[in-house]
Structures are given as structure tokens and as C-alpha cells.
């Protein structure tokens, strides 16, 4: 009988939803639900055929080269910034990632975000808890609208659009958006979206969602520039990855009283945000929670241990990440 391959479980998922690979690989799991150092994950990885990972694990071509087995990295998220993937088609590594599951989840909490971010809901529920309310006030906590006003949604992937279909037909709103490339008409006339420049989106909209993918091109897309340009008290969301706004500008813009409100769900040094973020007002922040309802985390494990399980059962893997093309 064959051997059965090799893999390592990242971190601490959900027992049941690993049983296929359980049943069909030698499992090893990380004991405690915490992200292991740079040297556990090369001792962990280097006799292993497959891993999965969480957006924790960082991938590069250090650990690759300590790892010669490794024919599978299957991340349970849509995001692959953590993954060196031209380093792993290098040496022959398929990247899977976890696309599509996670759409509508995602989307319903960058509209909470945006939501509780405009209405000032962390800081009226601190100052609730603290005993500090004495009086109700005709100005307490009186934040901007969101029903009725203008989106400005940039990227326009699937989560970007689910976030527009809920804006539009939900709170009325008018969205604009930004994209590297702009959608085909259908698309555009689906999501009930205009396409602007980044440039135009800033200055038009009240509301500015983020909702697309880190590149090294797109750090710090958002930075004093780009804040100056934005509405005098317009609201900044940010459900993509930390990388995309410059946080010391950010909290910036919102001291300075440019900037109404800003939600914020990935930051640049996760898990310890800068701590210029956690002093500034008018700041809802959360612990990279957006796609956490019990049932959409558990979709995404599934469909990381199904590619896990099609690649080393010799097959074509479900959701694959694109190799970078050469030059590109
Ligand atoms: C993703 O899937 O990329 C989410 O950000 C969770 O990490």
C-alpha cells in the first residue's frame, strides 16, 4: 500500500471538517491554536508533502527550501499575500487559496464595519460601559448618514461587488467604484456601479470601502494624498489588508478632524496594530474578523482540505492560485 502523504495543520481548525484528510493523510496539527514561530513551521514542514495554512503562516523561500517534500500549500483564505507563490512555482509548489466562499460573509461585515465605523459605535458603547453617560444630548455620538449617500467601493472582486449589491439596494446608496480593470458592463449595470479614478472616487464619495487584495504596487494606496482628497468628514472602511492605508496618516486625518469616522478590520502588524491607531478617535477597529460566521470558516477549511486532498490524490486542484506570469 502506498504511503499516505504527509501534511501539517497550521493551526487548530475544525476536527470534523478535517476528517476526509484525517481518513486519507498522516496528520500532524499544531497543538495549541497559536501561530507558530518561523523555525516550528520549518520543523513542522520539512517532512511534509501538503500544509494548510491560515493567513498567519508565512510562506517564503527560506521555509520552501527547508521543506523538499512539499508538492501542496492550501491556505484557508481568499488572501495569499503571506504566500511567496512565484517561490513555490519555482519549485514546483501548487498554491491553492479559498475564493468565492467567503463572499457574502465578508460583505455583510464591511457594512457593519461601515455602518458602526459612520454611527460611532465603539466609542459610544465604551463610553456607555465607562458610566459616563449623564445626559442624553441632541449632538451625542452624531455621526454621518449612510442610507442615501454615495460608496466609493475600491476593488471590484466579488466581495467588493457584494459589498455594492447591499449598499444599493439595501441603504439606497450610490456606489462608485475603482478597479485595476474595469468591469465588463453586466457587471457594472449588476452592481448598480459607476467607474471612477481612484482620484475622482476620493473626492466623490462619502463613504470609501476597501476591498481589494495586497500587491507590493498597492501599499499604502491610501496615504496622506489620498485622505486630503477624500470628503471633509468622510468615512474610510478598510475590509482588505492592512498594507493598503498608511496608518500614521490615517490617525492623522481622523485627530485632525478631516476625516468623520474610520472602521478598520486588517492593519499593517498584525496581531499588534500600531499604536498611533489605538489612541485616534472616531475609530471602530476589529480583530481581522470579516469572513468569521461559524458556517463561512468552516466552508473555508472545507474547500482548503478538498484541494488539499485533490492535489495529493494526483488531481487538478479545485481553486488554484495563479503562478505570477514571468515579467509581470
Ligand atoms: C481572507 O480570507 O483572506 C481573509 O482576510 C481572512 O484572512
Not at 503562516?57 to 499575500?81: H, K, N, W
Not at 496581531?271 to 489605538?278: G, K, Q
Request: proline content about 5%.
Amino acid at each position: 500500500m502506498p504511503q499516505r502523504p504527509r501534511v501539517l495543520v497550521a493551526r487548530k481548525l475544525f476536527d470534523d471538517v478535517l476528517e476526509p484528510l484525517a481518513a486519507a493523510c498522516e496528520l500532524q496539527t499544531n497543538p495549541d491554536d497559536r501561530t507558530a514561530s518561523p523555525q516550528e513551521l520549518r520543523d513542522w514542514m520539512r517532512d511534509k508533502q501538503g500544509a494548510l495554512i491560515t493567513g498567519s503562516e508565512r510562506i517564503d523561500s527560506a521555509l520552501l527550501d527547508a521543506c523538499p517534500q512539499l508538492r501542496v500549500v492550501s491556505t484557508m483564505t481568499v488572501g495569499y499575500d503571506h504566500i511567496d507563490v512565484a517561490a513555490c512555482a519555482q519549485r514546483g509548489v501548487v498554491v491553492t487559496h479559498a475564493p468565492d466562499v467567503l463572499d457574502e460573509t465578508t460583505a455583510d461585515f464591511g457594512m457593519a464595519l461601515l455602518l458602526g465605523a459612520a454611527r460611532q459605535l465603539g466609542e459610544a458603547e465604551r463610553y456607555l460601559r465607562a458610566g459616563s453617560w449623564k445626559n442624553w444630548s441632541a449632538s451625542l455620538f452624531a455621526g454621518s448618514d449612510v442610507h442615501g449617500s454615495t460608496l466609493g467601493i475600491v476593488g471590484m472582486g466579488r466581495i467588493g461587488r457584494a459589498v455594492a449589491r447591499r449598499a444599493a439596494l439595501g441603504f439606497g446608496m450610490r456606489i462608485l467604484y475603482h478597479n485595476r480593470r474595469r468591469l465588463e458592463e453586466s457587471l457594472e449595470r449588476e452592481s448598480g456601479a459607476s467607474y471612477r479614478d481612484l482620484d475622482e472616487l476620493l473626492q466623490q464619495s462619502d463613504h470609501v470601502l476597501l476591498a481589494l487584495p495586497y500587491s507590493a504596487e498597492a501599499r499604502h494606496l491610501i496615504g496622506a494624498g489620498q485622505l486630503a482628497r477624500m470628503r471633509r468628514g468622510a468615512t474610510l472602511v478598510n475590509i482588505g489588508r492592512g498594507g493598503l492605508v498608511d496608518e500614521a496618516a490615517l490617525a492623522a486625518a481622523l485627530h485632525a478632524g478631516h476625516l468623520g469616522a474610520a472602521g478598520l478590520d486588517v492593519f499593517e502588524n498584525e496581531p499588534t496594530p500600531n499604536p498611533v491607531l489605538l489612541d485616534a478617535p472616531r475609530l471602530l477597529i476589529t480583530p481581522h474578523i470579516a469572513s468569521a460566521s461559524l458556517p463561512t470558516r468552516r466552508a473555508m477549511v472545507r474547500l482548503a482540505v478538498d484541494n488539499l486532498l485533490a492535489v495529493l490524490g494526483g488531481g487538478a486542484p479545485l481553486t488554484p492560485v495563479a503562478p505570477p506570469r514571468a515579467g509581470a
